[in-house]
T-cell receptor, first 113, second 111 residues
Framework: NAGVTQTPKFRVLKTGQSMTLLCAQDMNHEYMYWYRQDPGMGLRLIHY???????AKGEVPDGYNVSRLKKQNFLLGLESAAPSQTSVYFC????????????FGPGTRLTVT | RKEVEQDPGPFNVPEGATVAFNCTYS??????FFWYRQDCRKEPKLLMS???SGNEDGRFTAQLNRASQYISLLIRDSKLSDSATYLC????????????FGKGTTLSVSS
């Protein structure tokens, strides 16, 4: 039981490049989330999903897109990376809503130059 | 935007000390409250949920004061392994569709 996994763990992009971060969970959780964590700031919600085929915007969605084609996977895309998107990205999942424990992946450290 | 405020610390304490962290939140509609722990360069992990009646888990005690919109975490008999950043987390609204994370309080326990 791997829990929540994220790939890649590290990535360096040049401004304007695109990439997709993959999150996978094997706990059969309905809810999945993408957060970013920046120095001196709390985790901020980018997008979330309450089930397969559904997504919704969080607090800081601009510049990101997401898809949840399979229940176990939640993809975060950056279409045209900007230096402001340099951050640590965490994926999380929970059994149901936010009153339930969120299980986080190990994070992806992204640097945009 | 200061929806969840925490003293960033760091709190530097010796082993065996008792330490208390405070957190205030601005949205009176928040319904659920948590403390998460985050080790350096690791992912956050749930430490405990916080209930209105207060709750205890071993050396950890969490309290909630809805009237003052204040949450606390007390750690007794600190261990070296308690060194981490403690995140105060609340639901953003009554529907509970988002979580708001505090910036965290850093604890360093030394021998």
């Amino acid at each position: 039981n791997a829990g929540v996994t994220q790939t890649p763990k590290f990535r360096v992009l040049k401004t304007g490049q695109s990439m997709t971060l993959l999150c996978a969970q094997d706990m059969n959780h309905e809810y999945m989330y993408w957060y970013r964590q920046d120095p001196g700031m709390g985790l901020r919600l980018i997008h979330y999903s309450v089930g397969e085929g559904t997504t919704a915007k969080g607090e800081v969605p601009d510049g990101y897109n997401v898809s949840r084609l399979k229940k176990q996977n939640f993809l975060l895309g950056l279409e045209s990376a900007a230096p402001s998107q340099t951050s640590v990205y965490f994926c999380a999942s929970s059994k149901q809503g936010l009153t339930y424990e969120q299980y986080f992946g190990p994070g992806t450290r992204l640097t945009v130059t | 935007r200061k929806e969840v405020e925490q003293d960033p610390g760091p709190f530097n304490v010796p082993e065996g000390a008792t330490v208390a962290f405070n957190c205030t939140y601005s949205n009176s509609a928040s319904q659920s409250f948590f403390w998460y722990r985050q080790d350096c360069r690791k992912e956050p992990k749930l430490l405990m949920s916080v209930y209105s009646s207060g709750n205890e888990d071993g050396r950890f005690t969490a309290q909630l004061n809805r009237a003052s919109q204040y949450i606390s975490l007390l750690i007794r008999d600190s261990k070296l392994s308690d060194s981490a950043t403690y995140l105060c987390v609340v639901t953003a609204n009554q529907a509970g569709t988002a979580l708001i994370f505090g910036k965290g309080t850093t604890l360093s326990v030394s021998s």
